[in-house]
């Protein structure tokens, strides 16, 4: 009797975790984006971008980075990449956004540079107001 008890305690925690397994991505993939709450605008301190960095943002559920450059400001970008979608990483040393998986290559505003990516990085909205960087 305990051994029959306890696969069938065995057997509904396993049913459990297949059930969450598959329904849990399959619900988030039904979200409609943006329904976090993290929608609209991401407000970061000017003070967390200093000159010459950058600092990676989630704006509306897609990740971005904001840069800050000596000659132009601060600016922001989709960290998507236009070619496959994997997410460019910002090189300072460099001045570039360099794309880990097929060496896609864009400059600082966005532009690309070399490699397969077919167009420029989305460019977001961005203002300063006071001591923030509003994007959105
Ligand atoms: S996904 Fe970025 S270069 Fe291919």
Known sequence: MKRRK??????SLLGSTAFISFFY?????????G??????KVIVPKAEVPIGSARSI???????????????????FSKVCTHLGCLVEY???KNIMLCPCHAGTFDLDGNVVSGPPPKPLQRLPLRVEGENIVIG
């Open 35 to 40: 329904s976090e709450a993290n929608v609209g």
């Open 6 to 11: 306890f696969f069938k305690l065995l057997l």
């Open 58 to 76: 989630v704006f509306n559920n897609m990740p971005a980075v904001v840069i800050n450059r000596k000659d132009k400001g601060f600016t922001a």
């Open 25 to 33: 991505p399959l619900l988030r993939f039904l979200a409609p984006p």
């Open 91 to 93: 090189q300072a040393g």
